[in-house]
């Protein structure tokens, strides 16, 4: 296989990007020794031919009608099942339509992935057909995961099972409609900056977002790697702890996963037993622009519930939490720019198993589709492009140099408390704006919810979203967050408020 050869017209654009000035005889040199080097090219993409393409399975799916899809969750409808007789047999799965599953179409929410059907599955999506569950089918998601909202998807809107006039959150949105509205048993989320936790906030659900590394990415669409999760949301905190086992573990092609770790029965680890479990209340997770004073008070009556199995709780002062933000903001913006914009999703330099189909396919895709994107995706890759060409990344860098500050001022207080907690978002579901997804007055609202959820994202500490109850009918989430890698006391203490609560309440 051949691939294609640049013209002079191409080598003359390179070398304006990099501030080359060549002359006639130089542009002929270099556009010969760019040929010469591209014969590598060539064997590498027919030896890849040969070895390494994957063959996609012939699955059946469908796209569901309007009628069939009240809520807009479903991407597309599946009945995928490997017969395997294991701990989640006869359970049925949501998988969020930015993870990868052969011979299905994937769209992340995206003009500029529309079209693309993935060779092989992603190693969560093999974990949880080894252990005996049916994928469903492809849950919505927002436009690239770009949003903590439900609006941004190309797709359409993703409704409430609460009030089909309100959002879900995002990005995660069908994910968290589909649990709440009881269409499947469980479902896998993506999050980066909240995209589990906002969605299970508002729709009154159980969103994990596990310690950064403890599942394996492959097979997912990157924003950036350091802050790249997958986990479960579920009804209940049980179900929760039983997805986490079968889906946590090294799988060896993530550069993500660079800690050792062992087998652990999350699920077993929930013993029904906070003796001496220390809460603190984070003070600076309430109040924050935007708080509902009322939701706030849920959450911290919800959070002094766990005085009745004899736990101390108290309030401590984490000054990073608000300052947090900015520092995850920057890496957000520079990296998913660096990462999935520019390196079409995987970008390049490490380790592990890349998707060149899906990086050709969205590199032709988001030049053609460029005005299609949802405003998020554009505000981040224009202000990203200024970061990383205007400023050098300077800045990225300078932010990645304060995470230590900021992930040892979390572990300090996790020093003086086994678990933190917070509201996981500042109230409950907005309604559903009336502008479209490239509506740029609706930045706010896509992106505003993420000031509790998104400093998680960037220290890699696991952190749980419960519902802390109902407000004026919608419900309300309380975030649990815990020491990196010890994910089973996070569930413990979220499975000790869920009995507290007798159960969580679901729409109707």
């Excluded at 159980?206 to 990415?217: A, D, Q, R």
């Excluded at 939701?295 to 401590?316: H, K, M, N, Q, W």
Aim: hydrophobic share 40%; with cysteine; proline share 7%.
């Amino acid at each position: 296989m051949t691939v294609s050869r640049p013209s002079a017209g191409d080598l003359d654009a390179a070398a304006r990007h990099f501030g080359f000035h060549l002359d006639a005889g130089a542009r002929r040199g270099y556009l010969a020794a760019v040929d010469r080097t591209l014969t590598s090219y060539d064997v590498v993409d027919a030896l890849y031919e040969e070895l390494a393409r994957p063959q996609a399975p012939e699955r059946g799916y469908r796209f569901p009608t309007a009628a069939e899809n009240p809520l807009g969750a479903w991407y597309v409808t599946t009945e995928i099942r490997s017969g395997a007789a294991g701990p989640l047999a006869g359970r049925t799965v949501a998988v969020k339509d930015n993870i990868a599953v052969a011979g299905v179409p994937m769209m992340n929410g995206s003009r500029a992935v529309e079209g693309f059907v993935p060779g092989r599955d992603a190693t969560v999506v093999e974990r949880l057909l080894a252990a005996g569950a049916t994928i469903a089918g492809k849950s919505v998601c927002e436009d690239l995961c770009c949003s903590g909202s439900s609006f941004t998807s190309a797709s359409g809107p993703v409704r409430n099972p609460w009030d089909t006039a309100r959002e879900t959150g995002g990005s995660s949105s069908g994910s968290g409609a589909l649990v709440a509205a009881g269409e499947v048993d469980l479902a896998l989320g993506g999050d980066q900056g909240g995209s589990i936790r906002i969605p299970a906030a508002l729709c009154g659900i159980v969103g994990h977002k596990p310690t950064h590394g403890l599942v394996p990415y492959t097979g997912a669409f990157p924003i950036e790697r350091t802050i790249d999760h997958l986990g479960p949301m579920t009804r209940t905190v049980a179900d929760a702890a039983l997805m986490l086992t079968v889906l946590a573990g090294p799988d060896g092609r993530d550069p993500r996963q660079h800690q050792p770790m062992a087998a652990f029965d999350y699920r077993a680890a929930l013993t029904g037993d906070v003796t001496g479990l220390r809460v603190g209340i984070v003070g600076e997770g309430f109040g924050q622009p935007g708080a509902s004073p009322e939701a706030d008070e849920l959450v911290r009556s919800a959070a002094r519930r766990f005085t009745e199995y004899g736990c101390p709780v108290g309030e401590i002062s984490v000054p990073w939490h608000r300052t947090a933000l900015h520092v995850f903001n920057v890496v957000f913006t520079d990296g998913a720019t660096y990462q999935m914009v520019d390196g079409n999703g995987y970008g390049l330099g490490v380790d592990g198993l890349y998707d060149p189909e899906l990086m050709a396919h969205f590199a032709r895709q988001r030049v053609a589709n460029a005005d299609a994107l949802a405003s998020t995706v554009k505000a981040t890759a224009l202000c990203g492009h200024y970061g990383l060409h205007t400023l050098g990344g300077a800045t990225y860098a300078k932010a990645r140099n304060l995470l230590p500050h900021v992930r040892a001022a979390y572990d300090a207080a996790l020093d003086e408390y086994d678990v933190l907690v917070m509201p996981t978002v500042a109230g409950t579901a907005d309604p559903l704006p009336a502008g479209g997804p490239d509506d740029v007055g609706l930045l706010g609202r896509a992106l505003g919810k993420a000031v509790n959820t998104a400093p998680m994202d960037i220290t890699g500490h696991p952190a749980l979203s419960v519902p802390a109850g109902l407000l004026d009918g919608l419900p309300v989430g309380m975030m649990i967050v815990g020491r990196r890698f010890d994910d089973a006391t996070v569930l413990r203490a979220g499975a000790a408020f869920e009995s507290l609560c007798g159960g969580f309440p679901f729409p109707g």
